[in-house]
């Protein structure tokens, strides 16, 4: 069996875990001897400098450093334009990022790595999600799977839980996951062994990034009362300030103040910030998480009293209000049992063995009955054969509700977004709508298909739209079928199959104008494959 490494790709950093085949996983280091990579890229020349020298350079030279891609995923917007004009996307970014944590992996291991499985926020949606893996394949790995973060998170903490030689039984665990960039929260049941989500929810832009900058604003804002330039208006001088920021901000997690020193424009400033005004500044967001929380809590058909544990993840949940917080709202300790940082990736890493398992017993299996017998096993079972049953079944739901654009019959410039599949449904899911031709001898059907969860079309997003031809009938109202489904992913497919026959058509080629298209691809294969990452 290859290896199969986890990697958690986050906003701020990285990390990269591997399972051994007793189903404990272990942090591969990175050439630095660093458990975590910063998920920092500078470009020098040709040379790509990845994790901790660029993240130190990017004070010194923040034109050539790009960094927080995460939260530009699945847009398509540059984030970097090279010297010789070349337009970087996120997923180039990302998987320039990939590639070094690949390489480093190999170093480590000291054999190839060829395949993975990459985590992302449960709450990215079908676009970050396709745009997550694309990212994996410029890095030439081939994704296994993508899974939810707070799904690893609580995986690995169950497993290093679990002492006994019977299914991890740890009851209703909330996680809350406040990273460097995003937010979610996640409620599901472990017991016997199954781990089943419940319900899921989060904001992609709601993170560690916002305390700085919140705290940046009051950094400045200080400084011009005393008399200093505004940091903002230049590039150097923010970047400094948003690396003294955080800096700031992680001191303020021990001690109750912190002191930054400012210069620029001739002005030399002390500012002190206490933990209180920290806390000031901030509550908002804070607040965000919590509002949040409670929505996912009601998803859930719960309380606070139904929950058992509360399973804090991401760097940012080590800042005391979070902790505060969490104890106001829940009246209990939350659990720290396993690095905040490193959780993710350990989890990640015991779906990439379960991944590998599955690979190996289906190219089994189809030795033995033939390549027509169904060799689909469930995520999970490769796991329960090798943990002796700590782990037997892992059971996501998708975060978004999926629907389409669809017209009403009276009125044919009136549309509205149908929910076909609502969040929070368990995945794989798939469900299948009735819909009839308008005219008479239509040829084609145009699907158009939406994530989000509000019929008014203002308020969703259409990830994709596909226009097929369909067998012609004389008569307007011809059904045609569509099925919608979800995969374990949280990727979208969409088949058609003509109602009057019952024949099936195919499945949509769904365009995903926010996605890479093939051409694109391939130009960012060579260059990512060519650049030499440092
Ligand atoms: N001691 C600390 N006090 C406060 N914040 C901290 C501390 N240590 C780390 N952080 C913050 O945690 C964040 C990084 O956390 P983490 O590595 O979990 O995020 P990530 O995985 O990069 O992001 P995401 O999961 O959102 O994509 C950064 O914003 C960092 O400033
Ligand atoms: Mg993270």
Avoid: C
């Amino acid at each position: 069996m290859t290896r199969v490494v986890g990697i958690d790709l986050g906003t701020t950093y990285s990390a990269v875990a591997v399972a051994d085949r007793s189903g404990s996983p272990s942090i591969v280091r990175n050439r630095e001897g660093e458990n975590i990579t910063p998920s920092v890229v500078m470009f020098q020349g040709e040379t790509v400098v990845v994790g901790s020298q660029a993240k130190r350079s990017a004070v010194t030279a923040p034109d050539d450093v790009v960094q927080f891609v995460k939260r530009y995923m699945g847009e398509t917007n540059p984030v970097y334009q090279s010297e010789s004009g070349t337009a970087y996307r996120p997923e180039e970014i990302s998987g320039l990022l990939l590639k070094r944590l690949k390489e480093d992996a190999e170093m480590m291991l000291g054999e190839p790595v060829e395949q993975a499985v990459i985590t992302v926020p449960a709450y990215f949606d079908d676009v970050r999600r396709r745009a997550t893996q694309d990212a994996g394949k410029l890095a030439g790995l081939e994704v296994l799977r993508i899974v939810n973060e707070p799904t690893a998170a609580a995986l690995a903490y169950g497993i290093a839980e679990s002492d006994g030689e019977s299914g991890t039984e740890i009851g209703t665990v909330l996680v809350y996951d406040l990273g460097g960039g995003t937010f979610d929260v996640t409620v599901m049941r472990v017991v016997d062994g199954d781990y089943e989500v419940t319900a899921t929810d989060g904001d992609r832009n709601l993170g560690g990034f916002d305390w700085d900058g919140a705290l940046m604003n009051f950094l400045n804002d200080a400084f011009m009362a005393a008399g200093g330039p505004d940091l903002n208006e230049d590039s150097a001088l923010q970047a400094e300030l948003r690396d003294k920021a955080e800096i700031a901000k992680r001191t303020l997690s021990n001690a109750p103040q912190a002191v930054v020193m400012l210069s620029a424009g001739g002005k030399h400033e002390q500012i002190r910030v206490t933990r209180e005004k920290f806390e000031e500044i901030s509550a908002e967001l804070l607040d965000r998480t919590r509002i949040i929380t409670e929505g996912v809590l009601q998803e859930a058909r719960l309380d606070w009293s139904g929950i058992d544990k509360v399973l804090l993840v991401g760097g940012s949940t080590r800042m005391p209000m979070v902790q505060a917080l969490i104890e106001r709202l829940s009246d209990k300790e939350p659990e720290r049992g396993i690095s905040q940082d490193e959780v993710v990736a350990l989890g990640a890493a015991l779906v990439a063995l379960d991944a590998a398992v599955r690979k190996e017993d289906a190219e089994e299996k189809k030795k033995y009955v033939g390549s027509g017998a169904s060799t689909e096993s469930a995520p999970g079972d490769g796991l329960a054969r090798l943990t002796k049953g700590k782990v037997k079944s892992i059971k996501d739901v998708t975060s978004q509700s999926l629907g389409m654009v669809t017209t009403r019959e009276t009125n044919r410039n009136d549309q509205y977004n149908s929910v076909i599949i609502p969040h929070n449904t368990s995945v794989p899911a798939k469900k299948s709508e009735t819909f009839y031709t308008l005219d008479d001898m239509q040829s084609r059907l145009r699907v158009q298909v939406t994530e989000g969860h509000d019929e008014d079309l203002d308020y969703v997003k259409v990830v994709g739209e596909s226009t097929l031809d369909i067998p012609q009938y004389p008569k307007a109202g011809a059904p045609f079928e569509v099925t919608y489904s979800y995969d374990v992913d949280g990727i979208i497919h969409v088949e058609l199959k003509d109602g009057t026959t019952g024949k099936w058509i195919g499945e949509f080629e769904l365009e995903r104008p926010d996605n890479l298209g093939a051409e694109e691809m391939a130009e960012a294969t060579d260059r990512v494959a060519r650049a030499a990452t440092l």
